[in-house]
Each structure stands twice: as structure tokens, then as C-alpha cells.
């Protein structure tokens, strides 16, 4: 299923679709839809909410066990989800191990949602900066003093995918996804080239995963 749109209607969609599979009963569809949730920014919290919904509406026996399955999508896709509130946190966390990880013999299915967290981590810290330019993420990145050609390479790669991680557009060059690993190091170099301290704290927050 590909959503198309803007950020909050896909999200909306999203929520929508896993609330209508939890109130069926349909397992193994809905996690599949929780995951992809996930990946769109949709926090854990936001999920049980919709499974409290759900249960109002269609039953407490639907709402506990839609409840049941998003726990366990939660504690096999990344035990981070327990340890952090901040969804800010989380994201980062992934943009962070996603750049260290080993790119040998890995598909490019598996970069296709990174584009969409990658923007909004860098929508989130820029908000912070540049306040009275929220929502215009090209605006924010060139008051960024950082090498111009990795800031249009980074916003080249954050365009790329639409928010649910699907390519809607044709003549997007997807070879900027077989640069995942470096483009993401890139932005993080931007993040602690703007604020050096931010960045340092975050990595206290958000010890990263251990690479072999």
C-alpha cells in the first residue's frame, strides 16, 4: 500500500489504516502496519492511543489485543523504543546507526525509509535554530554554514522518497540512495557543525549501537 501526499495527511492515513486492521482482528496486516508507522514518525505512544481508541469503539477484546501486537513490533524492531521518550531522540539514534552501519550487501529497499527520517530529524533541530523559518527546510539549510555541495546533496537525498518511503517520482535519480550511509554522515556533520554542544549531548542520550 503507498500513500502518497504531505507529511501529516500520509501520517493520518497511516493511523487510520492501523486502527481499521486492529478493530478487524487482522494480525498480521497490522503489524506490518505498525512497523510502517513507525518508520513515518509515528510514536509508540500514538499507536497505544489509537489501540485505547479502538477500544472504545470496537470492543476491549480488539483494543488489547491490537495493543498486544504493537508491543511486540516495538520490542523486535529496536529496543530503543523502551529506553527513550523523545521521538526526536529516537530518530536520531537511527539516522546515527544507519550512517556507522556496514553498506556491504545491503539491497536499497532497505534506505528507502531513511530519507523521511532523516528529514525530520534535521526539520526538528532546525526548527530550534531558525524558529521563524519552520517549515522551510531549504530556507533553514542555507543559513547552515557547512560545505555547499554536501547541503545540496543532502537535500537532493531527502527528496528523494515521498514521507512513507516510497518513489512517486519517476525521474528521481535513486542513485543517491546507494550513498545512504555517507549522506546521513553528512547531516550529522552539518548538526555538529551548527552546534557542536547539541550534537555531544545527543550522543550522551543516545549511545549508539555497537558495530561489529
Same mark, same amino acid.
Given at each position: 500500500?503507498?500513500?502518497?501526499?504531505?507529511?501529516?495527511?500520509?501520517?493520518?492515513? !497511516? @493511523?487510520?489504516?492501523?486502527?481499521?486492521?486492529?478493530?478487524?482482528? /487482522?494480525?498480521?496486516?497490522?503489524?506490518?502496519?505498525?512497523?510502517?508507522?513507525?518508520? +513515518?514518525?509515528?510514536? $509508540?505512544?500514538?499507536?497505544?492511543?489509537?489501540?485505547? *481508541?479502538?477500544? #472504545? &469503539?470496537?470492543?476491549?477484546?480488539?483494543? #488489547?489485543?491490537?495493543?498486544?501486537?504493537?508491543? %511486540?513490533?516495538?520490542?523486535? /524492531?529496536?529496543?530503543?523504543? *523502551?529506553?527513550?521518550? !523523545?521521538? =526526536?531522540?529516537?530518530?536520531?539514534? /537511527?539516522? &546515527?546507526?544507519?550512517?556507522?552501519?556496514?553498506?556491504?550487501?545491503?539491497?536499497?529497499?532497505?534506505? =528507502?525509509? @531513511?530519507?523521511?527520517?532523516?528529514? /525530520?530529524?534535521?526539520?526538528?533541530?532546525?526548527?530550534?535554530? =531558525? $524558529?521563524?523559518?519552520?517549515?522551510? +527546510?531549504?530556507?533553514?539549510?542555507?543559513?547552515? !554554514?557547512?560545505?555547499?555541495?554536501?547541503?545540496?546533496?543532502?537535500?537532493?537525498?531527502? *527528496?528523494?522518497?515521498?514521507? %512513507?518511503?516510497?518513489?512517486?517520482?519517476?525521474? #528521481?535519480?535513486? !542513485?543517491?540512495?546507494?550513498?545512504?550511509?555517507?549522506?546521513?554522515?553528512?547531516?550529522?556533520?552539518?548538526?555538529?557543525?551548527?552546534?557542536?554542544? #547539541?550534537?555531544?549531548? @545527543?550522543?550522551?542520550?543516545?549511545?549508539?549501537?555497537? @558495530?561489529?
Amino acid at each position: 500500500m503507498r500513500f502518497i501526499g504531505d507529511d501529516d495527511d500520509v501520517r493520518q492515513r !497511516s @493511523m487510520i489504516t492501523v486502527a481499521l486492521l486492529a478493530a478487524l482482528g /487482522r494480525d498480521r496486516e497490522l503489524a506490518r502496519h505498525i512497523e510502517g508507522a513507525l518508520n +513515518l514518525g509515528i510514536t $509508540p505512544d500514538e499507536i497505544i492511543e489509537i489501540m485505547i *481508541h479502538v477500544a #472504545h &469503539y470496537a470492543g476491549w477484546p480488539a483494543g #488489547h489485543n491490537g495493543q498486544r501486537v504493537a508491543q %511486540d513490533v516495538f520490542a523486535l /524492531r529496536d529496543p530503543v523504543l *523502551h529506553e527513550f521518550e !523523545s521521538e =526526536y531522540q529516537r530518530l536520531f539514534k /537511527r539516522v &546515527y546507526d544507519e550512517a556507522n552501519k556496514d553498506p556491504a550487501n545491503r539491497g536499497l529497499e532497505e534506505f =528507502y525509509p @531513511m530519507p523521511n527520517i532523516a528529514r /525530520r530529524v534535521l526539520e526538528s533541530f532546525l526548527s530550534f535554530r =531558525y $524558529p521563524e523559518q519552520a517549515g522551510q +527546510l531549504e530556507q533553514q539549510v542555507r543559513r547552515v !554554514s557547512f560545505d555547499a555541495t554536501k547541503k545540496a546533496r543532502i537535500l537532493r537525498f531527502l *527528496h528523494t522518497c515521498s514521507p %512513507d518511503g516510497k518513489i512517486t517520482e519517476p525521474e #528521481h535519480d535513486l !542513485s543517491i540512495l546507494t550513498e545512504t550511509p555517507n549522506v546521513l554522515k553528512d547531516l550529522l556533520d552539518m548538526v555538529k557543525a551548527e552546534d557542536p554542544k #547539541h550534537y555531544e549531548e @545527543m550522543l550522551k542520550l543516545v549511545p549508539p549501537t555497537s @558495530m561489529t
